[in-house]
């Protein structure tokens, strides 16, 4: 991932225009909602080294058929990385199930396929990123007014989990590493800031690592106390690091929910 990270430097595959983001957002509607991005060759090739490494480390079989699919243009590889970067989780659900391959794991690739994408465009909408952070966006000096919700600005993705440092609580995107706040604290997806609202940390030895559980929505976020932003596609190997939290959220009856519907917002213009 970080190869064809660094592959997409220096490429524009997107533009997007401020005015147009700020009119999304007071919408409720991500920046890259329903925007048509080319994918560039070079990523379509991950695609076979991501199924093999999967396959290695515990998909087996699954992952292979799935390889040979992709080679032989059953799954047409633009398509599932279009398909993914548009976060459209249910077609590919349907796709996956129709041809008999697990659902999960075919969307699991299509999002590590088009992370790098995703991380690239969501950098260059506030121009180019440091690896040492994620990207802010920024579409003008009302950009806090206009976001202040739970789910990425940029794709739409929950967050895999809020850093906190310097007295911030930072919101990062699972997908394409972004980082937002919100003006308050509560309930990242559904808003909650009542007295069911509260933070845990499961080992008293790490209070550094915790948990803020929702009695609502059943919805749990991790929190993790950081020095500095982990870097993409970092993320990932941080989300594993503190499944310790997961389990323990898990066990008590805590989720995360699916991806928000955007479509009960503003409908697909097209399956992407």
């Not at 106390?225 to 898990?250: K, S």
């Amino acid at each position: 991932m970080l190869d064809a990270s660094a592959g997409l430097e220096g490429t524009s595959t997107a533009t997007f225009a401020p005015a147009r983001i700020r009119e999304k957002w007071a919408r409720g509607l991500p920046a890259l909602r329903n925007e048509a991005i080319a994918i560039p060759a070079g990523l379509k090739e991950m695609l076979h080294p991501v199924c093999t490494a999967l396959a290695e480390c515990g998909a087996g079989e699954s992952a292979l058929h799935i390889r040979h699919a992709i080679a032989a243009r059953d799954i047409d590889a633009d398509s599932l990385l279009s398909v993914s970067l548009a976060r459209n989780q249910k077609a590919i659900r349907t796709s996956a199930l129709h041809m008999g391959f697990s659902p999960d794991l075919v969307w699991l690739i299509g999002e590590l396929g088009s992370a790098p994408l995703a991380y690239h465009l969501s950098s260059t909408v506030q121009g180019p990123a440091s690896i040492d952070a994620g990207p802010t966006i920024d579409a003008g000096p009302t950009n806090h007014d206009l976001w202040d919700r739970g789910y990425c600005p940029f794709c739409g993705s929950w967050p895999t989990f809020i850093e906190a440092h310097d007295d911030a609580h930072i919101l990062r995107c699972s997908y394409c590493a972004l980082a937002w706040s919100l003006q308050s604290h509560r309930c990242v997806y559904c808003g909650n800031a009542g007295e069911d609202f509260c933070a845990a940390a499961p080992d008293v030895n790490e209070p550094q690592r915790r948990v803020e559980l929702c009695g609502q929505c059943s919805g749990y976020t991790k929190v993790i106390d950081v020095r500095e932003p982990t870097p993409f596609p970092l993320l990932a190997i941080a989300d594993l690091a503190t499944v310790n939290l997961d389990h323990g959220a898990m066990n008590r009856g805590y989720r995360r929910p699916e991806l928000f519907d955007l479509d009960t917002i503003a409908p697909r213009t097209s399956t992407c």
